[in-house]
Nanobody
């Protein structure tokens, strides 16, 4: 059974930091690219961190320099360190396996093979 379990969300003031974790099981983690997506009300789902199976990362301009994705293949866990948070970062954040950046729309959806249930991040001004 495939499971992706996120943790670490919460409420923080602008300028603060949060670290999200996602522990996975049920598939070959080391062979999978991983991603962190976010869904804000009324907006498209956004891939905020693409973490390749080799550890290489990419980010959209909206979070570049503030968010850092990483993975631990022994612990089968991916992380998202979020610094200098802004109110516009408020969203439901999802961990996902095998992200497809070219697919858009609401998430969770066809943008990835497997999804966690999401963890809420709220940033107040």
């Amino acid at each position: 059974q495939v499971r992706l379990v996120e943790s670490g969300g919460g409420s923080v003031q602008a300028g603060g930091s949060l670290r999200l974790s996602c522990t996975v099981s049920g598939f070959t983690f080391g062979n999978s690219d991983m991603g962190w997506y976010r869904q804000a009300p009324g907006k498209d789902c956004e891939l905020v961190a693409n973490i390749g199976r080799d550890g290489r990362t990419s980010y959209p301009d909206s979070v570049k320099g503030r968010f850092t994705g990483s993975r631990d293949n022994v612990k089968t866990t991916v992380y998202l360190q979020m610094d200098r948070l802004k109110p516009e970062d408020t969203a439901l954040y999802y961990c996902a396996a095998d992200p497809l950046p070219q697919i858009h729309g609401y998430c969770p959806g066809p943008q990835a093979n497997y999804w966690g249930r999401g963890t809420q991040v709220t940033v107040s001004s």
